[in-house]
């Protein structure tokens, strides 16, 4: 399979319908953002940090994609989503995905001044949100796929995604943690990241109410991090 990897941009907006297409058959709706947060995170550019909206294309067929931000203040990458398409599994495609993301925000680290960036960071549904057989399947399989990639799951902290809709409360997720730095990262960094993926991502690019993010935090113990 020879892919071809495209960044989406403000000025290329190419193949983001399809990708908005797949992206909504994807995801449950209770973590699924709006569409108009992909176009607020387009327009993240706090460089040294950035965002990704990458897409891999075979032909002109959109087989996956992935986003995710680069925090210069924390030297570490935030995996948003990555997605591929459900009838051509199977063949790599998830791992390539996920590897060509981890290279551009490694790129990001790069740039920004740093020999490596020091750790990437992902949310994934937990068991006890399955509600089915084939569901209990397919979060045992993104398990192995994450730690097949290099990811540990991060059991030092409860983790919380804040309400991305009005309806819906702050949902339990696990954390994945991918530590690419000689040293593993402490307790006290992983707060301190949680802390700049919350203000920089879910308060400043998905508009959620400050008190709402306060209060998860504060539920996960990290309500003094700044």
Not at 34 to 43: E, K, M
Not at 168 to 184: C, E, M, S
């Amino acid at each position: 399979m020879t892919i071809k990897w495209v960044e989406i941009t403000e000025e290329n907006l190419d193949h983001y319908e399809s990708a908005m297409k797949l992206y909504d058959q994807s995801f449950p709706i209770e973590v699924r953002e709006p569409h108009q947060t992909f176009f607020r995170s387009l327009q993240y550019t706090k460089r040294p940090s950035n965002y990704h909206f990458l897409v891999g294309l075979e032909g002109n067929q959109l087989v996956s994609f992935a986003t995710g931000h680069y925090f210069s203040e924390i030297n570490g990458g935030f995996i948003v989503y990555i997605v591929t398409n459900p009838a051509i599994r199977n063949k790599g495609l998830g791992s390539k995905t996920l590897l060509k993301i981890e290279e551009l925000l490694n790129k990001d680290a790069i740039e920004a001044g740093n020999s490596t960036i020091k750790a990437i960071f992902l949310e994934t549904e937990t068991p006890e949100m399955v509600h089915t057989e084939e569901e209990k399947q397919d979060c045992f399989k993104r398990y192995q796929f994450f730690s097949r990639n290099g990811y540990e799951k991060c059991d030092e902290i409860l983790y919380l995604q804040p309400a991305l809709h009005d309806e819906v409360g702050d949902i339990p997720l696990d954390l994945f943690i991918k530590n690419l730095d000689i040293n593993k990262l402490s307790k006290d960094e992983i707060k301190k990241a949680i802390t700049t993926i919350y203000k920089e991502k879910y308060q400043l690019v998905n508009g959620i109410n400050e008190s709402i993010i306060n209060n998860c935090l504060k539920k996960m113990e990290i309500e003094d991090e700044e």
